[in-house]
């Protein structure tokens, strides 16, 4: 007898075939998602970003390291969202003047739980003093259940990692931005 199983789903129809087994057609839609977000990267002193580390709920055994940043709400420029995502996500206060960039920007796709988002992204930076206190105490649910732990990171460290850093080419693009800051 052949049969299949989904978490919270009910069996799909399956039959089993002669050569391979259970055959189970099941089509998984995930809902698709377009955002337009501000990705601030906090930089200390030693010029070491501040990042995050969680994982998507449909894949948990497959953590990441990622930026600070959310979508742009109502008529928010990007750097008003950096700033309210910076106090939100890790509890660092910054005025919209301390804001720099935009650094850069890219257009990514990836699966968050049951949405296929595509993503707009503009990268930001902020000087912060010290190695800055971070609280999750404002994050939204589902960011407090899939956020870990965070991480200040060198661009040297960000180079040499195993684990998987998002955007990838993260190290180059602190020190771009360091070397911006070192001729204010």
């Known amino acids: 007898m052949a049969f299949c199983v989904q978490p919270h789903r009910s069996a799909p129809a399956c039959t089993?075939?002669?050569?391979?087994?259970?055959?189970?057609?099941?089509?998984?839609?995930?809902?698709?998602?377009?955002?337009?977000?501000a990705r601030v990267l906090p930089i200390d002193r030693e010029?070491?970003?501040?990042?995050?580390?969680?994982f998507d709920?449909?894949?948990?055994?497959?953590?990441f390291w990622f930026t600070i940043g959310g979508a742009l709400e109502g008529s928010e420029t990007p750097q008003e969202a950096a700033a309210r995502e910076l106090y939100e996500e890790v509890g660092i206060r910054?005025?919209?003047?301390?804001?720099?960039g935009p650094h850069g920007s890219r257009i990514t796709s990836f699966d968050f739980a049951q949405y296929a988002i595509t993503q707009d992204?503009?990268?930001l930076a902020v000087r912060v003093d010290g190695e800055a206190?971070?609280?999750?105490?404002?994050?939204?649910?589902?960011?407090?259940?899939?956020?870990?732990?965070?991480?200040?990171?060198?661009?040297?460290?960000l180079d040499a990692t195993g684990e998987t850093v998002h955007p990838e080419n993260l190290g180059e693009l602190l020190r771009k931005i360091v070397q911006g800051f070192q001729r204010r």
């Open 121 to 123: 992204e503009t990268f």
């Open 57 to 63: 709920p449909a894949v948990p055994d497959r953590p």
């Open 133 to 157: 206190a971070v609280s999750f105490d404002h994050m939204e649910q589902v960011e407090k259940e899939t956020t870990l732990s965070y991480r200040w990171w060198s661009a040297d460290e």
């Open 16 to 37: 089993t075939t002669q050569n391979s087994g259970p055959l189970c057609s099941i089509t998984v839609t995930k809902i698709p998602v377009r955002r337009f977000t």
């Open 47 to 54: 010029n070491r970003v501040l990042l995050l580390h969680g």
């Open 94 to 100: 910054a005025g919209v003047g301390e804001i720099t």
